[in-house]
């Protein structure tokens, strides 16, 4: 059982710089690789970036390549998501989750724990 709850989001101007956090409950945080998604009004859910268990490796979407970095804390059983150069198309909601495993997983259904959200809302 891992609950996880996000923090960071608020309202920024383009260009501007946000760091997401999403803090882990769980006994054995280590173990579980992450992901971060974003969903957009009237949009689906849309994966953005995702790390594996000890923090080695990560992979982005493209749109946000270069950008978006994600990263982890096992110490504190805490994901990161730093996100520069924002764009108004970056509004979304965004989740953080978390599955076992010791490999990268892009896909909602590879995710077994979700947050509940943070509003990312990026002004023009």
């Known amino acids: 059982q891992v609950q996880l709850v996000e923090s960071g989001g608020g309202l920024v101007q383009a260009g501007g710089s946000l760091r997401l956090s999403c803090a882990a409950s769980?006994?054995?945080?280590?173990?579980?690789?992450m992901g971060w998604f974003r969903q957009a009004p009237g949009k689906e859910r849309e994966f953005v970036a995702t790390i594996n268990n000890s923090g080695r490796n990560t992979d982005y979407a493209e749109s946000v390549k270069g950008r978006f970095t994600i990263s982890r804390d096992n110490a504190k059983n805490t994901v990161y998501m730093q996100m520069n150069s924002l764009r108004p198309e970056d509004t979304a909601v965004y989740y953080c989750?978390?599955?076992?495993?010791?490999?990268?997983?892009?896909?909602?259904?590879?995710?077994?724990?979700w947050g509940q959200g943070t509003q990312v809302t990026v002004s023009s």
């Open positions: 769980g006994r054995t945080f280590s173990s579980y690789a």
């Open positions: 989750a978390a599955r076992a495993g010791g490999v990268l997983y892009y896909t909602r259904d590879s995710y077994d724990y």
